[in-house]
């Protein structure tokens, strides 16, 4: 079974800083994907940044970058000119075809970030 | 496009009460899952579904938890008996292509008194 870390339960930073969040997995697979979720007080899951495993360059969305390291299966998330609206929860998921031939998501603990202004 | 809508959006029970949620997924997304979110943890998959057929419900403790998908749209997630563990927020999402991450709810927060 896959298990997916971070380390990191709380965090914070100053506003239009710069924070990275660590993530770490396990997995005997070869072909996965990554995904680093957020989590406002509002509850709803919002899908941040997505990383295909296969491929080597680092995902980047606006001011969100991933650092991938397939051999380490490290995914760590970074968060440039961090904003008051990036306070929420962070969830690292990692994603794999299951043996029933579909995708299946699974969660971290998540790492609480607060922006402070 | 319209977000997964769920309801309600809190409740609370006592134990050995029975509760149901609702998902509307979104239009034309095959596959809805629902987690299951204990406080201070993230979500755990409970039951997956692929059209109105279940795909994998390894995670669901059926002796009190059952889930249905009819016509292949909306989902029920109903507990029978209620326990006290079983407060968490249950998160509904679907997705049209699963690699691509899933488009959750807002999720239902449950309390057992």
């Known amino acids: 079974a896959q298990t997916v870390t971070q380390s990191q339960p709380e965090m914070s930073v100053q506003e239009a800083e710069t924070v990275t969040l660590s993530c770490t997995y396990d997995t005997s697979e070869s072909n996965y994907y990554l995904f680093w979720y957020k989590q406002p007080p509002s509850r709803q899951m919002i899908l941040v940044i997505r990383q295909e495993a296969y491929k080597q360059q680092n995902a980047t969305e606006n001011r969100f970058s991933v650092n991938f390291q397939k051999a380490a299966k490290s995914f760590s998330l970074k968060i440039s000119d961090s904003q008051l609206g990036d306070t929420a929860m962070y969830f690292c998921a990692f994603m794999k075809l299951s043996g029933a031939g579909s995708y299946q998501l699974t969660f971290g603990k998540g790492t609480k970030l607060s922006v402070i202004p | 496009e319209a977000g997964v809508a769920q309801s309600p959006r809190y409740k609370i029970i006592e134990k050995r009460q029975s509760v149901a949620f609702w998902c509307n997924p979104i239009s034309g997304h095959a596959t809805l899952y629902w987690y299951q979110q204990i406080l201070g943890q993230g979500p755990k998959l409970l039951i997956q579904?692929?059209?109105?057929?279940?795909?994998?419900d390894s995670q669901l403790p059926k002796d009190r938890f059952s889930a249905e998908r009819l016509k292949g749209v909306d989902s029920t997630l109903k507990i029978q008996p209620a326990k006290l563990e079983d407060s968490a927020v249950y998160l509904c999402a679907s997705s049209w292509r699963g690699d691509y991450g899933y488009t959750f709810g807002s999720g239902t927060r449950l309390t057992v008194v």
């Open positions: 579904f692929q059209n109105n057929g279940v795909v994998d």
